[in-house]
Each structure stands twice: as structure tokens, then as C-alpha cells.
């Protein structure tokens, strides 16, 4: 299926999307199904904690073996042990926990990661303490991370000489005001 000027890979489970941008998939509480490979046992395969929620939790295995991060001494790289299969025209979206910024100042050291439909290897976490350097604030089980399944448009760039016009045009940096 294609919906034309979209562009955007819609396997056989997306029925129609749906007003302002959003995807409905197949039926009524229908979910996407994403293959997952444990690497480790300590593994905790991920799951929504709440009907409402958005996005669903990593967890870190063998954290006491994390590595130290190469460049950067506030930060370790943790493993999920965990490898996911995401469907072709998704990604996989990886962000900070709200409760590590909030309570112990600790971030993605990337902001946020992006794992490609074609990466099929361990999904691992840099996390960066903005205090002191540390890395036994997590433990093996521990959520260190949370992620989300997003579709991932097709484009196609196209070389112009002259663009759309905006009531912001140019205005970079500042330039709204915010």
C-alpha cells in the first residue's frame, strides 16, 4: 500500500492514516508486532506500563560492566541486551527518562538515538551524569532509558532555485520571540 503523496511505507497492518498526520493500525486496539532478540538473560523484554502510555522502558544488564564512555568522563554506555527487529519505514526512538533528569541529572548522552529498521545489533544507552562524574548510579534492571516506534516518511529531495515563501522566512535563532 501507498498513499501517494505521502510516500510512506504502510505495510498491510496500517488500514488509512488519519486526519493531522496520525496512522491507524488495522482494527481497535490492534498493535504493531516488533521482533526481539535477547542477547542476555538478565534481558527485560519492554512492555507499555500503562494503557496510556507513549513510549515503553530499557533496561540495563550487566551494569556493572558498562563501558566508560570514550570522550566523555561523565558519561558510561550501558547495554540493554536486547536487539529489535523494527518494520521497514519505522524507527525506533530512544529518549531520557523524565525521572533521571528530574531527581539525579542524568541524560542520554546524544539527547536522543535513533535505531534505523536496518540495524539488527544490541541496542545500547550512553547516559551522561551532568554532576559529578559517576557510573554505579545504575544497577543491572534498572530503567535507563525509554523508547517509542514512529513511522519514518520516504522523501525524495528536490534541488530548487527559489522556495515557498513564510511569514517567518529566514529568521533563524530567537527570531519568533521564544
Known sequence: MN??????????????PLKNGFWK?????????????????AAVVPKLASAGAACFDLCAVDADKFKPHPTDRHAAIFRTGLAFEVPEGFALMVYSRS????????????????????YRGELMVSLRADGEPRANYI????????????????????LADELTETA?????FGSTGA
Open 3 to 16: 498513499y501517494g503523496a505521502w510516500g510512506i511505507y504502510t505495510g498491510s497492518n496500517i488500514k488509512a
Open 25 to 41: 493500525f488495522g482494527i481497535a486496539n490492534e498493535m504493531m508486532r516488533v521482533k526481539i532478540k535477547k542477547l542476555h538473560d
Open 99 to 118: 525521572g533521571h533528569g528530574f531527581k539525579d541529572a542524568i541524560r542520554l548522552s546524544n539527547c536522543v538515538g535513533i535505531i534505523d529498521s536496518d
Open 139 to 158: 544497577r543491572t534492571g534498572d530503567r535507563i532509558a525509554q523508547a517509542m516506534i514512529l513511522p519514518v516518511p520516504a522523501v525524495q529531495f528536490v
Open 168 to 172: 517567518r522566512g529566514a529568521g533563524g
